[in-house]
């Protein structure tokens, strides 16, 4: 497989305190991997002089790079996100959790997980700054072929965002069921490891941790180890639709809501892609 690359990198802002993280991850993101930045905000009505509003923005927390790109665009915003992505080639979206919109418990709200949901890129939910270079990532496995993919994936950005000249570690970390065979178990995350590294020859400098948990929760396993380990970044895969209620999977719609950490979400279109 050819490892994934940034080269362009779309924050989507609100223009308020909610996207400074995504905003600080984003440019941290282009900064570190040489990649063009572009800023979009979606608004209900036009806003005079709100593109200078946005790269002032960027200005003020990010420094450098400067955006390649800033554009307020009117529409419905999900959709405005995912179109401004495939103009400017994105390799990730980076969103804020846009809490302002969120009508129940969690981080999540409805902006973003609509963005997920519909996005064929790669979306990065920074609930706070993403910390980089990165150092330790984990990567659940229900060895899946979501989870396969993402793995891949999350091979890729933990070679390409190492600390320079240094390595970095990935956890894939599989949560079994209590009552199943542990051994069983074991052989399986070893054989999804090795698969994994033989289709990602070229993930260098990644040292690679296999990780079995029991457990009848695998989104509470999740949170508790990612925390417990100091996760820089957590990545996962998504199904589409799975539920009516949980358009992008049980466990990643629950880990989304609930993680502080930021999070990697890699949806179908990369994933198959991946695996071909």
């Avoid at 065979?181 to 052989?187: G, H, K, L, R």
Wanted: charged share 25%; aromatic share 2%.
């Amino acid at each position: 497989m050819q490892l994934l690359t940034l080269r362009s990198v779309l924050v989507a802002s609100d223009m308020g305190a909610t996207s400074v993280p995504a905003l600080e991850t984003a440019a941290a993101l282009a900064r570190l991997a040489d990649a063009r930045l572009h800023l979009l905000h979606v608004a209900e009505a036009e806003i005079p002089g709100g593109e200078a509003r946005l790269r002032e923005q960027a200005r003020e927390l990010a420094k450098e790079p400067r955006p390649a790109t800033a554009r307020v665009i009117v529409g419905a915003p999900a959709e405005t996100i995912v179109a401004d992505a495939e103009e400017v080639e994105a390799d990730v979206i980076v969103l804020g959790p846009h809490r302002r919109w969120v009508s129940g418990p969690g981080a999540l709200g409805s902006t973003a997980a609509e963005v997920i949901h519909i996005s064929p890129f790669p979306c990065l939910i920074a609930v706070g700054r993403l910390s980089l270079p990165l150092h330790r990532v984990v990567v659940p496995t229900d060895l899946s072929e979501a989870a396969r993919g993402a793995l891949a994936v999350a091979l890729s950005w933990a070679s390409a965002l190492r600390p320079p000249g240094g390595e970095a570690e990935l956890v894939v970390l599989h949560v079994h069921p209590e009552a199943s065979d542990s051994s069983t178990a074991e052989e399986n995350l070893r054989a999804e490891v090795e698969r994994a590294r033989a289709d990602t020859p070229g993930a260098a400098r990644v040292r690679v941790r296999e990780a079995l948990v029991p457990g009848d929760d695998p989104a509470a396993e999740i949170l508790r180890r990612a925390e417990e380990g100091g996760a820089d970044l957590l990545v996962m895969g998504t199904r589409g639709a799975a539920r009516e209620d949980s358009p992008f999977g049980s466990v990643s719609a629950v880990v989304a809501r609930e993680t502080p950490r930021p999070l990697l979400l890699v949806p179908p279109a990369v994933w198959s892609e991946v695996g071909a």
